[in-house]
């Protein structure tokens, strides 16, 4: 696989993590070169469409790139190369205009290349027959999450020209495009690759617990959706919607993670050290990530939450920056994509200090606005130091890779 297709994705983490650089430098009245609604749309954007979306397909492309004919590589190449084009143009029209027409417009054209890859990535497992069954579930879910999610854009475009921008249906839609990208297609994704890279491994797995997770994690999918969103006022139904949503997400993340028990244990003799404990972080994160959705069902507690921005914003860099994150560089390694080096250590201790102090600001922070205590001392100074701290973490990182990189051109 093009060594090229690993640097877009770190290009993307980097431009990710320098911008929210640039977003921790308002609260000190600098006169920076944008308005702050910019920076933060092509923050986010950048964020789920750039480096998490295009790096979890190079994963895909990096375990089945052998595999591939002629064509395929040749479709595989011009489908990244367009990725890339079309997301680095998508995050400089919303510095120059926030969310507006250029924006929107190449916002709607990565939708497109977004269905281009879901076809691509449905052909190549369709015809691949040494996929375990639990992985196709995992993925072919993921695809559809992934056609649903953008039911979320086109729906605002309806919103904004009947004049509701303002009312609670946009905040609604932008929910349930992220509900979906980040606990559809993002995490079915990753835990189906997860699931080959396993496979290739020759790691144990109980396939029946994780089948039964995948059937009521996804079934599931739609009414966990109502619990991001019970701040609005609503029927009765749609609460016990959202609790039997939530409730079912949280059983089938127990589900998945007892099918994975054993995997770090039995992965011991062929990765690092260093591995495996990220391996175990990532699983715990992923079920604090799921209990922390399931207070959401808690009508106070759910008022509480969406109207503390510290919280939302806590949640959301413990899911993408933390969880997602942690887990594609995870696999970035488990699928022979870069090795471990004399960076790696540095580079991922920066980053999960410069994460969990982070979090723990954000998530204090939301505590002391519940109780009325105002703001934390040096809490603009220290969010602006664990952003720094992140992106210094990913400079290295992307070196590490750059100078110990495992993919070849000659396998290109």
């Not at 084009?85 to 919303?94: L, P």
């Not at 054993?262 to 699983?283: A, D, N, P």
């Amino acid at each position: 696989m093009p060594k090229a297709f690993t640097h877009m994705t770190f290009f993307f983490f980097f431009l990710t993590a320098l911008s929210g650089v640039w977003m921790r430098l308002y609260p000190l009245n600098l006169e920076l070169a944008f308005p702050y609604d910019h920076i933060l749309h092509g923050h986010s954007h950048l964020a789920i469409l750039g480096w998490t979306f295009l790096g979890v397909f190079v994963i895909f492309l990096a375990l089945f790139w052998q595999k591939f004919s002629g064509k395929e590589k040749a479709e595989a190449k011009l489908i990244t190369y367009i990725l890339f084009i079309i997301t680095t143009i998508m995050f400089a029209a919303f510095l120059y205009q926030g969310y507006a027409l250029y924006s929107i417009i190449v916002s709607t054209l990565h939708i497109f290349l977004e269905y281009w890859v879901i076809s691509f990535i449905y052909r190549i497992t369709k015809r691949n027959q040494t996929i375990p069954r639990t992985s196709r579930l995992f993925i072919n879910g993921a695809l559809l999450s992934l056609i649903i999610s953008s039911l979320g854009p086109f729906s605002l475009g309806f919103i904004s020209a009947s004049g509701l921008k303002d009312s609670y249906l946009f905040d609604v839609a932008i929910y349930f495009y992220l509900h979906f990208q980040y606990n559809g297609w993002l995490f079915l994704f990753l835990i189906g690759l997860f699931i080959i890279i396993l496979n290739t491994r020759k790691v144990f797995i109980r396939h029946s617990f994780l089948s039964a997770g995948f059937w009521i994690y996804f079934i599931a999918l739609l009414p966990s959706f109502f619990a991001s969103v019970l701040w609005v006022d609503h029927p009765h139904f749609i609460y016990t919607l959202a609790l039997v949503g939530s409730v079912g997400q949280w059983l089938a993340i127990v589900c998945i993670l007892y099918s994975f028990n054993g995997v770090v244990k039995s992965l011991k003799e062929q990765v690092s050290k260093g591995l495996t404990l990220l391996l175990s972080l990532i699983f715990l994160l992923l079920f604090f990530k799921s209990t922390m959705e399931l207070g959401l069902v808690l009508p106070n507690l759910a008022h509480l939450v969406f109207e503390t921005r510290s919280v939302i914003i806590g949640y959301l860099h413990f899911t993408l920056l933390g969880f997602i994150s942690l887990f594609i560089l995870a696999q970035y390694f488990l699928a022979h994509i870069y090795s471990v080096n004399h960076y790696t250590g540095p580079g991922f201790s920066v980053l999960l200090i410069g994460f969990f102090l982070n979090e723990l600001l954000l998530f204090i922070q939301g505590l002391f606005t519940w109780l009325n205590w105002g703001y934390i001392p040096y809490y603009v100074v220290g969010l602006l130091l664990a952003s720094i701290l992140l992106l210094a973490a990913i400079v290295i990182i992307w070196i590490s890779y750059t100078e110990h990189p495992v993919s070849s051109s000659k396998n290109d």
